[in-house]
């Protein structure tokens, strides 16, 4: 079977940093996307990653091990706004989206 | 600049009733989906359209329907509802299916349907 798996949820101080795991199990890989989910709302696309390594996108980042069937989304200096879920998603080998159940992640003053 | 519209946003309805989902994209995009997300489940695709007059069935389809008969709107259907229907749905659209970082589902703001 396919699967994803991520923390259900995170707790971080405003102005640190948090690290969002997401390993995945799939039948071929060709890509991994990250999402945010604010409650209530429709997701929107963060990031994606195709090869091994880190993209870097302001204060977002994201990293990719494909051996080790791994992604991390990485935020600095974390703001109130940035309390939301956020949902890892791979492209299997029929280019099918499968999608972890998201990590909801607050944000403590 | 609209995007991905749905509606209704909120519904609330017996066992036994039908009721129909309206998206409409205004993107031009080729390719449309219906998609429910449930506590603790990742989202789930129900029925996905490649183009204007097409659609297929994704991973969970049973006791839905879909139409596009226009290429900006899907529709999603529920002939006679039930409480496991109970989620929210999203619906979404993109330019083509091969995923990169270009071409990227965009959402609808979800519609929050509950089958009593």
């Known amino acids: 079977g396919q699967n994803i798996d991520q923390p259900t949820e995170m707790t971080a101080t405003e102005g640190a940093i948090v690290q969002i795991n997401c390993t995945y199990q799939t039948s071929g890989f060709n890509g991994l996307f990250w999402y945010q989910q604010h409650a209530g709302e429709a997701p929107t696309f963060l990031s994606y990653n195709v090869l091994d390594g880190l993209e870097e996108k302001g204060r977002f980042s994201s990293f990719l091990s494909r051996s080790k069937g791994y992604s991390y989304l990485l935020l600095k200096e974390l703001q109130m706004k940035d309390s939301a879920s956020y949902l890892c998603?791979?492209?299997?080998?029929?280019?099918?989206?499968?999608w972890g159940a998201g990590t909801k992640l607050i944000i403590k003053p | 600049n609209a995007g991905v519209t749905q509606t209704p946003k909120f519904r609330v309805l017996k066992t036994g009733q039908s009721m129909t989902l309206l998206c409409a994209q205004d993107m031009n995009h080729e390719y449309m989906y219906w998609y429910r997300q449930d506590p603790g489940m990742g989202l789930r695709l129900i029925h996905y359209s490649v183009g204007e007059g097409t659609t297929a069935k994704g991973e969970v389809p049973d006791g839905y329907n879909v139409s596009r008969l226009k290429k900006q709107n899907f529709l999603l259907g529920l002939e006679s509802a039930a409480p496991s229907q109970t989620s929210v749905y999203f619906c979404a659209s993109s330019p083509r299916t091969h995923w990169d970082g270009a071409n990227v589902l965009t959402f609808g703001a979800g519609s929050r349907l509950t089958v009593l």
């Open positions: 998603a791979v492209v299997d080998s029929n280019y099918q989206l499968i």
